[in-house]
């Protein structure tokens, strides 16, 4: 090094309240969204096998963790439904009384100060488990997206605040745009999941939400892991349809692309750390193998300065009961 011993950079380290002054990156409460999962019944709390301190809730305890979750001051949920029935078109998605247009009527009138965002897809309600609907093993990307719109307008009038369409199919945010303003929703924003990998993290999810594909997978219409230049022309198609906030998922194996999707369009940037990337470090904690909270913390730490604006973590609440 050229100017040492002139120049130490440990100077800004030795005390610790030096180093609070030149922190670059802080984690906050107003980061944080929270993923939850509704099923049908009463007074159902059923934690998922592989992802501990996440449940499957009915929706009258669903109404009791919001409450938590608004006192803990995150101010968003994110919901996921499991509905009664599922059937070849995932009816469930978009019917007026499905599960989570149930939901998000309850939390509304019960919880005044936190933002439900709803995920809008197919395949927790469709029974092969795929996003779409089907000719043969082929999913029709045209006619998805039509039912996806009734999914997302049914979800703004029960009341959502934020529309978050996870299916990555062709033309859905100009088409769900489009259904909302045509039913009186034009201030309600649409979060694209607009980049989304077809990737081996989502694998508790699949469990949590029994939305595992009954053939085949995901990789007909979510990401090729290996793609970074498409990443930057789906965020790109996604804003010029009229996505509000985009984002990148999974997160912590893909902070590059969080940088780059940043970097280029300087939209407000959502990130997923999603319940593999959950999962994994919960097991290794309990194991003794790792620092638990502390890599908690590292791991969003690390997806925020990558470029994300706020982080759709299932360690929501235990990071909000640190900060
Ligand atoms: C539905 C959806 C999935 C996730 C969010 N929305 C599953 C999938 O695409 O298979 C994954 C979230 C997670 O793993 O935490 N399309
Ligand atoms: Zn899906």
């Known amino acids: 090094m050229a100017n ?3 120049k130490r950079l440990r100077r800004l380290r030795y005390n610790p309240l030096v180093r609070d002054m030149v922190r670059e990156t802080v984690l906050t409460k107003n980061d944080l969204i929270y993923p939850l999962f509704v099923v049908p019944g009463n007074n159902v709390k059923k934690e998922i096998r592989s992802m501990p301190g996440v449940y499957n809730l009915s929706i009258d305890l ?3 963790e919001c409450k938590e979750v608004e006192k803990l001051g995150i101010p968003a949920v994110i919901l996921f439904g499991i509905p009664e029935h599922k059937d070849e078109v995932g009816s469930g998605a978009y019917d007026p009384n499905g599960i989570i247009q149930q939901a998000v009527k309850a939390i509304k009138k019960e919880v005044k100060k936190l933002l439900v965002i709803t995920d809008v897809c197919l395949c927790e309600y469709t029974s092969h488990g795929h996003c779409g609907v089907l000719n043969g093993e082929r999913i029709l990307n045209d006619e998805t997206v039509e039912l996806l719109v009734k999914e997302a307008v049914s979800h703004a009038q029960a009341g959502a605040d934020i529309i978050a369409p996870s299916d990555m199919m062709d033309g859905r945010i100009g088409a769900i745009r489009k259904g909302l303003d045509e039913n009186g929703f034009t201030e309600i924003p649409i979060m694209s999941y ?4 077809a990737s081996g993290y989502y694998g508790p999810f699949r469990d949590a939400a029994q939305s595992a594909p009954a053939f ?3 990789r007909s219409h979510q990401m090729d892991v290996a793609n970074t230049n498409e990443a930057l022309r789906e965020a790109e198609t996604d804003i010029e349809e009229g996505a509000d906030i985009i984002m990148v998922k999974p997160a912590g194996a893909y902070l590059d692309i969080i940088w780059r999707v940043k970097e280029k369009f300087q939209m407000p940037t959502a990130a997923y ?3 593999g990337e959950y999962a994994m470090i919960k097991a290794a904690g309990k194991m003794d193998w790792i620092d638990e909270s502390r890599v908690m913390m590292e791991s969003l730490l ?3 300065r990558s470029g994300a604006d706020m982080i759709l973590t299932y360690f929501a609440k235990e990071v909000a009961k640190v900060l």
Not at 194 to 197: D, F, G, I, P, S
């Open 4 to 6: 040492f011993p002139a």
């Open 62 to 64: 669903l109404v009791e």
């Open 194 to 197: 607009a980049v989304k990998y």
């Open 216 to 218: 085949g997978d995901r």
């Open 273 to 275: 750390q999603v319940s």
């Open 302 to 304: 690390a997806i925020k």
